[in-house]
């Protein structure tokens, strides 16, 4: 696998554990159709009009300001322009993964990550580490991504 696989492979397994990363709220990343790859991201803002509004949503993308987007028309799923990335992943979300393997897993202050041990009976320092101040899945090194690729399998 590559380390794009790897990593889209791994994302797909924290969405499935937690959905509300991709749910149109504050900070939701979506993309243009025909520029899924480039770096040129929308994001949520907030919703239109008062409560909870399922209908429309306010975007904004640096270059070209905000504009509210209306759900039903215009999702790539409903044949409109936009398609949802999600926010980005962050540690939280990683350990309430894998909160959902047979894996014990935590994670020290000097950012390496610890798995319990259940031979031994004990926990096992494991040297991946966590950068917490980039605490996004994408920003992470490639074996620390690889190595939680292998616990969520």
Request: charged share 30%; net charge negative; hydrophobic share 40%.
């Amino acid at each position: 696998m590559t380390p794009q696989e790897t990593l889209a492979a791994v994302r797909a397994a924290v969405i499935r554990a937690v959905p509300e990363i991709v749910e149109l709220k504050f900070g939701c990343e979506l993309s243009r159709k025909g520029q899924e790859d480039s770096r040129r991201l929308y994001k949520v803002i907030e919703d239109v009009g008062f409560g909870a509004n399922d209908k429309k949503c306010w975007i904004n993308s640096v270059p070209f300001g905000s504009m509210p987007i209306e759900l039903e028309k215009d999702m790539i799923e409903n044949g409109g322009e936009f398609k949802i990335v999600g926010r980005p992943i962050r540690l939280a979300d990683v350990l309430n993964a894998l909160m959902r393997t047979e894996h014990l897993v935590c994670i020290a202050s000097n950012e390496r990550f610890e798995v319990f041990n259940k031979e031994k009976n004990e926990w096992e320092q494991v040297f991946k580490t966590w950068c917490f101040q980039n605490d996004d899945l994408s920003l992470q090194p490639e074996e620390t991504v690889a190595f939680i690729h292998g616990l969520l399998k």
